[in-house]
């Protein structure tokens, strides 16, 4: 979480919160931003065009406005994005797109965790993990997911900054350094 990121992120929940924000409202609030990150993710386009000094803020507000009103955002978000406008923050978007969702899941007492894996988990398996996870961790805690074919098989989750790698690369590398260090063990 980057410092500013994190800092308006919890400033719109605060905000949501103060408003009475119901648990539909957080939900939609949550979509437009996930929405938005997967924009930037995609689009580097988007994302020049928000970082861009030669493009006025109310230039770029009004590409926001025109994207979450086909969201059917709550109307709390267009002010937010108003605000960050005005205060000359809105190429910082990317980062408060990420953290809100890590925010939410704090205020709201869970934690967010992230599992990478080499194919699409199933719904259920995903499922699973979280709830192992949940009696393990005893918050509850759900998880963004991510593809790398690079693991080969399994997966990689984190969860509080702390890593557990079952998947196929990680193993392959452990046993490579084995053979590795007992080829050494056996030329002396």
Excluded: C, H, W
Aim: proline share 2%; glycine share 6%; aromatic share 6%.
């Amino acid at each position: 979480m980057s410092i500013i990121g994190n800092r308006y992120s919890r400033a719109l929940y605060e905000a949501a919160s103060e408003t009475k924000a119901t648990t539909q409202e957080l939900d939609s609030i949550s979509q437009v931003m996930e929405y938005l990150s997967a924009a930037l993710e995609v689009s580097k386009e988007f994302g020049l065009v928000l970082k861009s000094p030669t493009i006025t803020d109310e230039e770029k507000l009004k590409v926001l406005e025109d994207m979450i009103a086909k969201q059917n955002a709550p109307a709390i978000v267009g002010r937010f994005f108003a605000l960050l406008a005005k205060k000359g923050r809105l190429s910082s978007l990317e980062e408060i797109a990420a953290d809100f969702a890590q925010v939410r899941l704090e205020a709201e007492g869970a934690i967010l965790g992230k599992v990478e894996s080499a194919d699409a988990l199933k719904d259920t398996d995903l499922e699973d993990l979280a709830r192992a996870f949940t009696k393990k961790m005893g918050k509850r805690v759900v998880f963004k997911t991510s593809i790398n074919p690079d693991l080969l098989a399994g997966m990689k989750v984190t969860v509080s900054g702390v890593t557990y790698d079952g998947s196929m690369r990680a193993q392959l590398n452990q046993v490579g350094e084995r053979l590795t260090q007992g080829t050494r063990k056996g030329m002396y």
